[in-house]
């Protein structure tokens, strides 16, 4: 009866919503059965429109860095609601949030807010094709950036879990203008650098993939990337929506030392509000209307409460010893994982970059998109049942992270940890 009130708002949804989700991966038709209603949350717990409470390793696929409802970003809201919530017109926050940004991504000189990662990156490529004048952008495989047609080819993330990772309705010639290759293969980016002479603009890479499960790069990848797009003049773009501001305050380009010449940022940014961003060399930057021909616009970009949520969320993370609690209550979450498996004889990989961390049911190393694909779905499908079942709330798929929050205490990675022990010998 509990379980009802979520099947009967899903059964109502998908009257008048596309399979009764706003986002394709939250219709959990990874994992079977129907979604839980999220009535609310606080701190990393969220609770059902029933009343279940689970721990939410999901932090809303990447934003709530801080967990549910923080304090300091829940009365930044409040103060910027009450001055008005929209404006059209320059506000000093957006102001101060570029500055921010500017001075933590040395790679960043002038920075452009928008409103969605998608936007953000199909804005940073419509800069580095302007700045190059070269159509094409080499991409890799599993990597998602979001559903701008020319990037919704071999993408990672929703398109993966249900099996179409190349969408209908993207017309092949815009296709074409992207070449993929797999993830951590630098002989491919050189080879297609080499067959497409004077004609690749961007190359472009979530730094840690995130989307086909996390996947580190490989040592000398992001580096190798970096010579690559100087020898050839494209732009390397890190796609950092995932990554920035989680990896450490600088993101992945600081985390391994790599500066590329287009950043993107969402997620974290708006504080768990719709921002993102991107920016890069003043040179690039300076394409973009309506100081140069590039045009790109919103009518809420830079909207206020989003911008106060990410100025407040930035200046917690500002404040010290954040990442290094991350890194350790990940790092436990992470060896608990892989004990409860190893004791109950199921393979597993565990990928972990800080925070990110996805448990592959395979027992071969995960490096790519095709040894992503070789896991155990089914086995994960019940894995994420049977967590469930014990109040665990984790993504529903098997290729996407899963996002710890600093307000993931010692006792919620312990209840975490044997929640796993218990599920791990169901799953023989
Ligand atoms: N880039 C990356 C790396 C992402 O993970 C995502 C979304 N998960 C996007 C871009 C698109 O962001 P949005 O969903 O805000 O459009």
Same mark, same amino acid.
């Given at each position: 009866?509990?379980?009802?009130?979520?099947?009967?708002?899903?059964?109502?949804?998908?009257?008048?919503?596309?399979?009764?989700?706003?986002?394709?991966?939250?219709?959990?038709?990874? *994992?079977?059965?129907?979604?839980?209603? *999220?009535?609310?949350?606080?701190?990393?717990?969220?609770?059902?429109?029933?009343?279940?409470? &689970?721990?939410?390793?999901?932090?809303?696929?990447?934003? #709530?860095?801080?967990?549910?409802?923080?304090?300091?970003?829940?009365?930044?809201?409040?103060?910027?609601?009450? @001055?008005?919530?929209?404006?059209?017109?320059?506000?000093?926050?957006?102001?101060?949030?570029?500055?921010?940004?500017?001075? #933590?991504?040395?790679?960043?000189?002038?920075?452009?807010?928008?409103?969605?990662?998608?936007?953000?990156?199909?804005?940073?490529?419509?800069?580095?094709?302007?700045?190059?004048?070269?159509?094409?952008?080499?991409?890799?495989?599993?990597?998602?950036?979001?559903?701008?047609?020319?990037?919704?080819?071999?993408?990672?993330?929703?398109? !993966?879990?249900?099996?179409?990772?190349?969408?209908?309705?993207?017309?092949?010639?815009?296709?074409?203008?992207?070449?993929?290759?797999?993830?951590?293969?630098?002989?491919?980016?050189?080879?297609?650098?080499?067959?497409?002479?004077? %004609?690749?603009?961007?190359?472009?890479?979530?730094?840690?993939?995130?989307?086909?499960?996390?996947?580190?790069?490989?040592?000398?990848?992001?580096?190798?990337?970096?010579?690559?797009?100087?020898?050839?003049?494209?732009?390397?773009?890190?796609?950092?929506?995932?990554?920035? #501001? @989680?990896?450490?305050?600088?993101?992945?380009?600081?985390?391994?030392?790599?500066?590329?010449?287009?950043?993107? +940022?969402?997620?974290?940014?708006?504080?768990? #509000?719709?921002?993102?961003? /991107?920016?890069? @060399?003043? %040179?690039?930057?300076?394409?973009?209307?309506?100081?140069? =021909? *590039?045009?790109?616009?919103?009518? +809420?970009?830079?909207?206020?409460?989003?911008?106060?949520?990410?100025?407040?969320?930035? $200046?917690?993370?500002?404040?010290?010893?954040? /990442?290094? @609690?991350?890194?350790?209550?990940?790092?436990?979450?992470?060896?608990?994982?892989?004990?409860?498996?190893?004791?109950?004889?199921?393979?597993?990989? *565990?990928?972990?970059?800080?925070?990110? &961390?996805?448990?592959?049911?395979?027992? %071969? =190393?995960?490096?790519?998109?095709?040894?992503?694909?070789? %896991?155990?779905?089914?086995?994960?499908?019940?894995?994420? $049942?049977?967590?469930?079942?014990?109040?665990?709330? !984790?993504?529903?798929?098997?290729?996407?992270?899963?996002?710890?929050?600093?307000?993931?205490?010692?006792?919620?990675?312990?209840?975490?940890?044997?929640?796993?022990?218990?599920?791990?010998?169901?799953?023989?």
């Amino acid at each position: 009866m509990v379980q009802d009130l979520s099947k009967r708002l899903f059964e109502r949804a998908q009257r008048v919503i596309p399979g009764g989700v706003n986002s394709p991966v939250r219709a959990y038709r990874a *994992v079977g059965g129907s979604p839980p209603f *999220v009535a609310r949350g606080q701190g990393c717990r969220i609770w059902t429109a029933e009343g279940k409470e &689970l721990i939410d390793y999901v932090g809303s696929w990447g934003p #709530l860095i801080l967990g549910h409802a923080h304090p300091r970003v829940v009365s930044a809201l409040l103060d910027a609601v009450r @001055r008005g919530t929209t404006f059209g017109a320059p506000t000093e926050g957006e102001v101060r949030i570029a500055e921010a940004i500017c001075a #933590l991504y040395p790679s960043v000189d002038k920075v452009r807010l928008v409103s969605s990662g998608t936007e953000a990156v199909m804005s940073a490529l419509r800069v580095a094709r302007a700045a190059t004048a070269r159509p094409l952008a080499i991409k890799m495989e599993g990597c998602y950036h979001g559903h701008a047609d020319q990037l919704l080819v071999r993408a990672g993330s929703g398109g !993966l879990t249900l099996g179409v990772p190349d969408s209908a309705g993207v017309p092949e010639e815009i296709a074409r203008l992207t070449i993929t290759v797999p993830y951590n293969d630098l002989g491919a980016v050189a080879a297609a650098l080499a067959s497409n002479p004077g %004609s690749v603009g961007a190359i472009i890479v979530e730094p840690v993939a995130g989307n086909m499960g996390v996947v580190a790069p490989a040592q000398g990848y992001l580096e190798g990337l970096r010579k690559l797009a100087d020898e050839h003049g494209a732009l390397l773009v890190f796609d950092e929506v995932i990554t920035g #501001l @989680r990896l450490g305050i600088g993101g992945a380009q600081d985390r391994y030392r790599v500066r590329p010449d287009l950043t993107c +940022l969402g997620k974290i940014l708006g504080g768990g #509000l719709p921002l993102a961003a /991107y920016g890069g @060399r003043a %040179s690039a930057m300076n394409l973009v209307a309506p100081e140069g =021909p *590039v045009y790109q616009a919103g009518t +809420l970009s830079g909207n206020p409460l989003a911008v106060a949520a990410g100025l407040a969320t930035l $200046q917690v993370l500002g404040e010290g010893g954040i /990442y290094e @609690r991350l890194e350790a209550h990940a790092a436990r979450l992470e060896e608990g994982l892989r004990a409860a498996a190893r004791d109950a004889r199921v393979p597993v990989v *565990v990928n972990r970059v800080g925070s990110l &961390l996805t448990v592959f049911f395979t027992s %071969s =190393p995960v490096v790519d998109l095709a040894s992503a694909l070789r %896991s155990d779905r089914d086995r994960f499908a019940r894995f994420h $049942q049977g967590m469930m079942r014990r109040g665990i709330y !984790l993504p529903p798929s098997q290729f996407e992270a899963w996002f710890v929050s600093v307000a993931h205490g010692d006792e919620d990675i312990r209840t975490t940890v044997q929640a796993a022990v218990d599920v791990m010998p169901q799953l023989l």
